[in-house]
């Protein structure tokens, strides 16, 4: 009776972390399910109008490619930015920083890193959007608006005030993977280098970077995965409206991203296309962020063989 | 002297790798055996077959068969076996997140089965039957790693008598231990074969010839001689073991 | 130019630092405008009161702060066994099966799904299902974001502990599923608590899914299964309003979120130290 008791706890244990393993496995394709599921009226409706230019909720019109593209146009500018900060804050951090300065970074990183997205959102709409108003887009615009790029007219919140702050957010998730994939430079390659006389800054460049180079890709998309799913900072600061880019081309002009529709919509959306149009939008972001994720996992996997086998 | 763990035949495969052939073996109760011979050979698989501890590796396997008082090991739960055939590691492994006192019960109170043996006076037996008692009895509230190294071999040691094994399975334990600790784990076998059946794996002639009554040589993964330890080192049968036992290769 | 190997190397430093100060710089700043707009808000009346009539000033945000405690405790209670179970099924359950490489990368992959997606998922499972804005849709949205977190935590805390304490388990003939628990999951306690913490942490930050489920109210929570207010929602309602009454609360609040976040950042690194030194 008392084996045969064991031997029932052992399995109904197994049962338990196994079943609920799959019950996470369950929820992941419910997602899937039911975004499909709900989009599905406006997918009847008419498959091609989700990518369709023009977004009036009055007419019945659901055209959502000035969203989607303001969602990767944002997350495109804020990588491009984040990265030289996220490199450079790194190497700081590992070559040059003494050991008190990188105690307080790290800690400075993981605080930034665990800032809510409303945070970000308070702050830039109240505190950063004046001042890049005022100091920034109204100067630029004043003196090369002729260029469409940098057209006005400008208001405080525009795809380039949104970009800025995704910036800030994405930088800690560049530089602490950065970081420790510096850090794990083999001594013996920067030894060699040192031992030629070259700078600290040389053994960054030629050894120390192009050694990590795929880890920091890796980090790179991971952040870029990030920038798309993000939220509230850029639902508050963008603006939400679909003047870019087919109105006008100016960073600097409001916009909207495929989150800010959803999260500024949603909730009053009544009419069944509406709503579907909306769903269908955030299954889009769903496929967009799960190749772009999927393919930053492709990279670190390939990586950790070399490295295994090196 | 009864036969108390016999084997016959028994092979064991790691994957397409034959680590054991055919060792048939017969250990005496209430004995000492000493398992010596090079790294590598298959001792430390071959207690593992006794144990059933071999199978648990993914794409482990054992052909033959092993008896206790001649009931089929592989017949029986493996876990039966495990509690009747208690092991002793290289390396000390006292649990760290518990007690001196829960790691000596931790085999009792974990079993899945309720006890109501009274612990407190298991861990007092025990520890003294290790000649530890003394040592730790101010606070045995102490965490199990928080000991020596001899003092952790020993109180593993206690953990598996807790069980009040039959056999008890030593893969090289004092290995790990400076010489005073060695010499007290010495002392505690001698004491313990009027108990238990002691199979001990050691790395150290001199151990061997010390403390055994029979010695076995396994020799990539084949049984080469067994015999009276007195004997086995007098005169041995096998020139491979002479060359052994005198140091020509280890 | 002919610049010397020193001077370029003083220039980049220069720039490193520079470009340094620029990533930490937002910590600060944000830090610093929370204190300075939100101090001034605080109050008793601000912590413990429900919302004054539109229009008239007072009042303050207690029912945001309870929704905020209730959602996030509801939502534990669903994100932290499942994801605890599941860190156990990779640790010790999951070796090279199939199964086990799919589970993992499918928790993988849910910690890449953005959290306005997964609310999505509960608004439309729940909300449209039931026509019933509702706090329980938010609870399920938070609970699902926490596992992929806690799970991690555990396989990575139970991975550290030693193969020989299993085999020493194993040896006594203790069974499986208590050498998983009370030999192999007790040594990892700490490394689950600290991840527990962190998605706690983490999820009383997300707002996006809270938009379109728990939606918002004006009066103290009445149940689960009706819309509530919390603090993230609150924030973003009101800072985007222009009311400058408003809008005051609003930074109050973030002062409040932002003190909870970081406290138990502190905490839980405060904690993983101790370990070590106490070890």
């Known amino acids: ?310 | ?250 | 130019m002919i610049v010397s190997r020193r001077t370029k190397e003083k220039l980049i430093i220069a720039a490193l630092v520079a470009l340094t100060g620029a990533a930490v710089a937002p910590l600060f700043w944000i830090i610093g405008s929370i204190v300075w707009n939100g101090i001034s808000v605080m109050s008793l009346e601000f912590l413990t009161s429900l919302p004054a009539p539109f229009g008239s000033s007072g009042g303050g945000i207690g029912n945001a702060i309870l929704g905020t405690l209730i959602i996030n405790l509801f939502a534990s209670g669903l994100g932290i066994p499942l994801g605890i179970l599941t860190g156990i099924y990779l640790a010790e359950y999951a070796h090279d099966s199939r199964m086990g490489s799919t589970v993992r990368t499918i928790v993988e992959s849910l910690s890449g799904v953005p959290s306005l997606v997964i609310g999505l998922f509960a608004f439309t499972l729940i909300v449209l299902s039931f026509r019933h804005y509702t706090g329980v849709a938010a609870t399920l949205a938070l609970g699902i974001m926490m596992i992929p977190l806690v799970a991690k935590a555990t396989e990575e805390s139970m991975r550290v502990v030693s193969d020989d304490l299993r085999e020493a388990g194993m040896a006594l003939g203790i069974p499986k599923y208590n050498i998983t628990t009370r030999i192999v999951l007790s040594m990892a306690k700490g490394g689950v608590i600290s991840g527990s913490l962190l998605a706690f942490a983490r999820i009383s930050g997300e707002t996006a899914p809270l938009l379109f489920t728990a939606l918002f109210s004006f009066y103290w929570p009445t149940g689960i299964d009706q819309p509530m207010a919390t603090l993230q929602v609150l924030i973003y309602n009101y800072a985007i309003s222009g009311f400058a009454d408003w809008v005051a609360k609003a930074w109050g609040a973030s002062l409040l979120l932002v003190l909870l976040v970081i406290t138990i950042n502190v905490a839980v690194r405060y904690l993983g130290r101790k370990k070590y030194e106490g070890a």
């Open chain 2, 1 to 250: 002297m009864a036969t108390k763990l016999v084997t016959e035949r028994l092979s064991a495969w790691f994957g397409k790798k034959q680590v054991l052939k055919d060792i048939s073996i017969a250990f005496e109760e209430r004995q000492v055996t000493a398992l010596v011979g090079p790294s590598g050979c298959g001792k430390s698989t071959f207690i593992r077959c006794l144990n059933r501890m071999h199978e648990l590796n993914p794409g482990a396997r054992v052909e033959g068969k092993a008896f206790l008082d001649g009931i089929d090991i592989y017949g029986m739960d493996p876990m039966d076996v495990r509690r009747k055939i208690g092991m002793v590691f290289q390396k000390p492994n006292p649990f760290p997140n518990m007690s001196i006192s829960d790691n000596v019960v931790a085999g009792i109170k974990l079993s899945g089965e309720k006890s109501k043996a009274d612990l407190d006076a298991i861990v007092e037996r025990t520890l003294k039957s290790v000649g530890l008692y003394d040592e730790v009895k101010d606070d045995l509230r102490r965490s199990g790693a928080s000991l020596s190294g001899g003092q952790q071999q020993r109180l593993c040691i206690a953990r598996a008598l807790a069980m009040e094994p039959e056999v008890i399975l030593m893969d090289e334990p004092t290995s790990a231990l400076d010489p005073a600790s060695t010499s007290r784990i010495e002392d505690l076998i001698r004491k313990l074969k009027s108990e238990i059946t002691v199979i001990i794996i050691t790395h150290n002639v001199g151990q061997a010839a010390r403390i055994s009554d029979k010695t076995a040589f396994l020799y990539l993964g084949e049984l080469i001689e067994y015999n009276d330890t007195k004997e086995f080192f007098e005169s041995p049968k096998s020139p491979i073991t002479e060359r052994y036992i005198t140091g020509r290769f280890g």
């Open chain 1, 1 to 310: 009776m008392n084996k045969k008791s064991i031997f029932f706890k052992d399995s109904a244990f197994k049962y338990l972390v196994g079943g609920s393993s799959l019950i996470v496995v369950a929820f992941f394709v419910m997602i899937f399910v039911m975004l499909a599921v709900r989009s599905y009226p406006s997918i009847a409706n008419d498959p091609l109008m989700i990518f369709g230019s023009t977004w009036d909720v009055n007419s019945g019109i659901y055209g959502g490619i000035p969203a989607i593209l303001g969602t990767l146009a944002s997350s495109a500018i804020a990588v491009a930015l984040a990265v030289p900060i996220s490199l450079g804050m790194s190497v700081f951090f590992t070559e040059y920083a003494p050991r008190r300065v990188r105690a307080a970074l790290s800690i400075v990183i993981d605080m930034l890193a665990t800032i809510p997205s409303v945070i970000f959102g308070i702050w830039g709409l109240w505190i950063v959007a004046p001042l890049v108003k005022t100091y920034v887009q109204d100067p630029i615009v004043g003196s090369i608006g002729f260029i469409p790029l940098f057209s006005g007219p400008a208001y405080g919140l525009s795809l380039f005030l949104a970009s800025l702050v995704l910036t800030f957010m994405i930088v800690p998730i560049i530089s602490s993977l950065t970081i420790s994939l510096l850090s794990t430079t083999p001594v013996e390659l920067r030894e060699a280098m040192i031992s030629l006389g070259a700078t600290r800054w040389e053994v960054v460049r030629h050894v120390a970077l192009p050694f990590s180079k795929l880890g920091i890709f890796a980090s790179i998309i991971l952040a870029l995965g990030r920038a798309l799913g993000e939220t509230m900072a850029v639902t508050m600061v963008i603006g939400n409206s679909f003047v870019w880019p087919f109105s006008s081309i100016s960073l600097f002009s409001p916009a909207s991203t495929i989150t800010s529709k959803i999260a500024s919509e949603l909730y009053e959306a009544v009419d069944v296309l509406h709503v579907s149009s909306l769903v269908e939008l955030g299954l889009i972001l769903l496929v967009i962020t799960l190749l772009v994720n999927s393919s930053a996992r492709l990279v670190i996997t390939r990586i950790s063989r070399r490295n295994a086998s090196g």
